[in-house]
């Protein structure tokens, strides 16, 4: 009986450690994702505000493309609301996960 | 006998174990800078509808809450509520209510390519039950014909997700299954399927398919193609879907064209929206079966033409004329209303993280 606790034991904390490892390989580089990170207490560079930009241009092409195909341009709401709302069109309009960082960091500017 | 015994234990610890493993892939934060905060959301409208003579005023609200769990959890729910008063022959009203559970259902996002969704939901079946239904954006207010030939709802499971498949092109994809569900407000069939979405950005042009196949009575098969395109150079967009059923429920397709008046700074907010349609009855049905089938059982033409006028982003009114040609009920279609969307948070938003 304990040694079936005991393997019982071992085989839940394998799962949730394999668990763990298998999200944070998984949450590598990702552009979008470094960009919706404040950087407004840091001078910006030339280089970094062209970034920035580019950010700015890509997430309103992403917005156009996926969200106005459907419907017509919402106000922009607050950051939290908006993350909502982004991670349920994700789910329902299958948003890739790089266009909805785009669009969530253009919708949050 | 024994053997019997073992496999719901096993069953049990298996499902305990993949339980443990979603738990503390959720654990993980995914770090998208915003804690999310509960939403109440959903839609309002207003529509008087003029049927073949007979009068439809119908009030309804469509309410949807989102409930967010950590990084990676979303419960989402959306009921439906209206009450539909018909003119009688003696010109007074009678009202009939009429309320149900759109979808309830869990999603968990695993990773960035998939999804897992568990509950009732909308059967991802085309685009128009999933993305276009909603009557704040649906352009015309008259379901299309295509609707009622596959199942909306299924009850059960569904994996999808979407991914970057080379930088002009996404994929998308959804696989489901459903359990039999004879509840009169949630009943859903026992089936299975799933589609393919195919868009290419520099374009803005989707293209796609579906399959469903029912898998109770007599195990109808369905399959769809549909294909979505706004061109860069107009404010234009164009729609189409259609659907072809093994069983008695024929075939239908529509295409529709919204055209955005945006050019012209005086109706900017104006929509000029048409479509066609086309429903084929399936062959060699027996007079018993057309009658049961009831609109189902005869091949329909449908051409609408409607206005859409955006009083602000969230408002907007609406008024559409359709001519319905079904044999020996030829039939006028007029509808005029209002639609809102609302949106409120369930919780102070606090900061803007």
């Not at chain 2, 950005?201 to 549909?226: K, M, N, T």
Request: aromatic share 12%; with cysteine.
């Amino acid at each position: 009986m304990k040694m079936k606790f005991v393997l019982a034991s071992f085989l839940v904390a394998g799962a949730m450690s394999l668990g763990l490892m298998a999200n944070a390989s998984s949450g590598g580089k990702d552009v979008a994702k470094d960009a919706t990170k404040d950087s407004s207490a840091v001078p910006v560079s030339a280089e970094q505000a062209a970034q920035n930009e580019n950010m700015h241009f890509e997430g309103e092409k992403r917005f156009r493309s996926n969200c106005a195909r459907c419907h017509a341009a919402p106000p922009k709401f607050s950051p939290r609301m908006m993350a909502t709302i982004v991670r349920h069109m994700r789910v329902r309009a299958t948003i890739t996960d790089q266009d909805m960082r785009l669009i969530l960091r253009y919708m949050t500017e | 006998m024994c053997r019997f015994v073992r496999w719901p234990r096993i069953v049990a610890k298996a499902a305990l174990l993949g339980l443990c493993f979603l738990f503390s892939l959720a654990l993980q934060a995914q770090d998208d800078g915003f804690k999310a905060v509960p939403i109440l959301t959903g839609s309002t409208a207003y529509f008087t509808r003029v049927t073949a003579g007979q009068y439809q005023d119908a009030p309804a609200v469509s309410p949807v809450l989102l409930l967010p769990f950590g990084d990676k959890w979303l419960v989402e729910a959306k009921g439906s509520y209206s009450d539909t008063f018909s003119k009688n022959a003696q010109g007074d009203y009678n009202g009939t209510i009429s309320y149900g559970m759109t979808y309830g259902q869990i999603d968990y996002i695993a990773n960035r390519y998939m999804t897992f969704v568990a509950g009732r939901f909308t059967t991802p079946f085309n685009i128009y039950g999933e993305r276009l239904a909603p009557n704040w954006i649906r352009a015309l207010q008259t379901t299309p014909l295509t609707s009622p030939v596959t199942s909306g709802s299924s009850l059960g499971g569904m994996m999808r997700g979407g991914f970057p498949g080379t930088e002009s092109l996404n994929v998308t994809y959804a696989l489901y299954f459903s359990s039999n569900n004879t509840h009169h407000l949630l009943a859903t069939d026992r089936s299975t399927g799933g589609r393919a979405g195919f868009f290419l950005p520099r374009q803005r042009l989707e293209l796609g398919a579906s399959f469903q196949q029912v898998l109770q009575a007599d195990r109808p098969h369905s399959s769809g193609i549909f294909m979505e395109w706004q061109p860069n150079r107009a404010p234009l967009t164009v729609r189409s879907e259609y659907v072809r059923s093994s069983g008695t429920k024929g075939s239908a397709y529509w295409i529709e064209s919204v055209y955005r008046l945006s050019q012209i700074r005086s109706l900017r907010r104006l929509e000029l929206v048409g479509r066609g349609q086309q429903f084929f009855a399936a062959s060699n049905l027996s007079a018993a079966t057309v009658k049961k089938l009831g609109a189902l059982g005869k091949d329909t033409n449908e051409g609408d033409f409607g206005l859409n006028y955006y009083l602000r982003s969230d408002v907007r009114a609406s008024a559409s004329y359709g001519r319905q040609f079904v044999l020996g009920r030829d039939a006028n279609l007029w509808v005029v209303g209002m639609t809102y969307r609302f949106i409120m948070p369930m919780l102070p938003q606090g900061g803007a993280r």
